[in-house]
């Protein structure tokens, strides 16, 4: 069975500092998104990350992919109190993303405390 | 910005009756998709379609049925309403890379 596992499911910090989501995944795919969703809201794309060793930054957030270890990271840098969300991983469950059909993770919580 | 659009946004709605949950995209993707998501939980696959005229079943299984006769255009149907079909419906659209999202409905049965 595929599976897209994230931990932790809840995380509360501190504003200012650090912190990493991790987000394994049991298919061979090359191709895995992370998404933001507000509550009651939709989810808003911030990464893309198709091959392996691919890292993309975007302001306080930073995204790597290893495809050996099927291991992505959300990484967290001097965290604020906009960055209170949910994050989801996703991954496109055939490698080279030909169905783009894609698998969810559960969710990391993030509360972000002043 | 993606431009994908769902009506209605809310909908609280008896049992039994039949409703259309309206996705419309106008970026001309040849594939869409319909999720089910309860609140703060993960999202299901329920439905997908490559194009027109195609469409399947998602992961999860679901009684409500789709159709695509046009590209822009991937509605939702539920012909009869259960307390169980209560979730946040989310229409998707495949770029290049990317899956964009539309706003979701967030329906209620009673």
């Known amino acids: 069975e595929l599976k897209v596992e994230q931990n932790p499911l809840f995380l509360s910090m501190q504003e200012g500092k650090n912190y990493t989501i991790y987000c394994n995944y049991s298919?061979?795919?090359?191709?895995l998104y992370w998404y933001r969703q507000d509550p009651g809201k939709s989810l808003e794309s911030l990464f893309v990350?198709?091959?392996?060793?691919a890292v993309k930054q975007e302001g306080r957030l930073m995204a790597s992919l290893d495809t050996k270890a099927r291991l992505s990271t959300l990484h967290i840098t001097a965290a604020v109190h906009d960055l209170s969300a949910t994050y989801f991983c996703?991954?496109?469950?055939?490698?080279?993303?030909?169905?783009?059909?894609?698998?969810f993770g559960t969710g990391t919580l993030l509360a972000v405390q002043p | 910005e993606a431009d994908i659009y769902q009506t209605p946004r809310y909908l609280v709605i008896g049992t039994g009756k039949k409703i259309t949950l309206e996705c419309s995209q106008t970026m001309g993707h040849d594939k869409m998709y319909w999720y089910q998501q309860d609140p703060g939980m993960e999202l299901h696959l329920i439905h997908y379609?490559?194009?027109?005229?195609?469409?399947e079943k998602g992961d999860l299984s679901s009684e409500s049925t789709v159709s695509r006769i046009r590209t822009e255009h991937f509605p939702l149907t539920l012909e009869s309403a259960r307390p169980s079909h209560t979730s946040q419906y989310l229409c998707a659209s495949m770029g290049i890379y990317e899956q964009y999202f539309g706003p979701g409905t967030r329906l209620t049965v009673t």
């Open positions: 379609s490559y194009g027109v005229n195609s469409t």
């Open positions: 990350l198709l091959s392996n060793g």
């Open positions: 996703a991954v496109d469950r055939t490698y080279g993303g030909a169905t783009n059909k894609l698998i």
């Open positions: 298919t061979t795919s090359d191709r």
